[in-house]
């Protein structure tokens, strides 16, 4: 029994080395795996993601955007060149806010309409997606030489393609329908 004390602490002191979690700090909901912090399924949680989930995901969206656009439907008319900027929210790693200008060409109330639209606008990231749930913003048009108050309401869904480049469409519903489908390059 003298013998088998020293070989069970021997073996007690090897794998308490051995430990890649000893060291690693978790957050609060995380749990350390293999020295990587995980959330209790094995995935990083909402929001984050790297190695140690430590990477807001958010992040990899930032920046200017050189971006063409296109419509379709009852924007068929609408075409153009214009800077889309994306920002991280703070303190919000799965958000993302958009601000874009648009000079599109819409069929509203039986008439071709120009519209200047300035939108900013915040969604959700996931992995390489985004989307920005249904959004209804209130705008003024010319019509006959006379101001109309329109709602235009819209979604938009997106992707990153790669680190320097964003493909959206932005698909407008109610009185002004059809969809702007952007290409943007850092």
């Known amino acids: 029994m003298k013998k088998l004390i020293p070989l069970f602490l021997f073996f007690a002191l090897a794998?308490?080395?051995s430990d890649e979690c000893k060291d690693e700090y978790c957050p609060a909901?995380?749990?350390c795996v293999d020295g990587v912090c995980e959330t209790s399924n094995g995935s990083c949680p909402v929001g984050f993601e790297g190695e140690n989930c430590d990477v807001a995901e958010n992040k990899k969206f930032e920046g200017d955007y050189n971006t063409t656009y296109s419509g379709t439907g009852g924007l068929s008319a609408s075409s153009g060149t214009t800077v889309?900027?994306?920002a991280?929210?703070?303190g919000k790693p799965n958000k993302i806010r958009i601000d874009v200008d648009l000079a599109v060409e819409g069929n509203v109330l039986?008439?071709?309409i120009p519209l200047d639209l300035s939108v900013s606008i915040e969604g959700e990231t996931d992995g390489d997606t985004y989307s920005i749930p249904t959004t209804?913003?209130?705008t003024d048009v010319e019509v006959g030489g006379f101001p109309l108050p329109v709602e235009l309401t819209f979604t938009v869904?997106?992707?990153k393609v790669s680190d320097n480049q964003l493909n959206s469409t932005l698909t407008m519903a109610g009185l002004l329908t059809g969809t702007i489908v952007m290409?943007?390059?850092k």
Do not use: K, L, M, P
Request: net charge negative; charged share 5%.
């Open 15 to 17: 794998s308490s080395c």
């Open 29 to 31: 909901g995380y749990v």
């Open 84 to 86: 889309a900027s994306v």
């Open 88 to 90: 991280a929210v703070a």
């Open 110 to 112: 039986g008439q071709a």
């Open 136 to 138: 209804t913003i209130q």
């Open 157 to 159: 869904t997106g992707t």
């Open 183 to 185: 290409e943007g390059t």
